[in-house]
């Protein structure tokens, strides 16, 4: 019984951690969104994030759906349903179709959007491996 708990704590704690990845994504974000030097005061710090600023203007619930996503792609990898990750794909792309593509030539949000989707799930798939190898070596 103890065995089952604890198994079952590991795979919740994953699905925590892979979910909450907020701040990870935006570092990579940011870190995609900077010119490569250091700003030389906050006024600077501020131009170089304006991509990344508009990008979050003009698709509004990205946090959520990023959050949303890295917990079904957690869910599916975990319980072994690769296909899953591709129907979470096509349903989060298929719902910012129109605001990708309504966009702006001179805007990244596209752009931003695919990195943003692949770090969520390098971040969540890193998250359901360490679950899944602790609840194998158990």
Do not use: H
């Amino acid at each position: 019984m103890v065995d089952l708990v604890l198994k079952a704590l590991i795979v919740v704690v994953g699905a925590v951690l892979a979910t909450w990845g907020n701040p990870v994504i935006r570092l990579v974000l940011r870190r995609i969104d900077a010119t490569g030097r250091e700003p030389a005061d906050e006024v600077q710090l501020a131009r170089e994030n304006l991509g990344l600023v508009q990008a979050q203007k003009e698709l509004p619930g990205g946090r959520w759906v990023g959050m949303l996503e890295r917990l079904a792609v957690y869910a599916c990898i975990v319980a072994g349903f690769p296909a899953g990750i591709a129907m979470v794909l096509a349903v989060k792309g298929l719902g910012r179709y129109a605001e990708l593509a309504m966009s702006e030539p001179e805007s990244r949000k596209g752009e931003l959007f695919i990195i943003g989707s692949f770090a969520s799930l390098l971040w969540a798939g890193l998250w359901a491996g360490a679950a899944y190898w602790g609840v194998r070596a158990w």
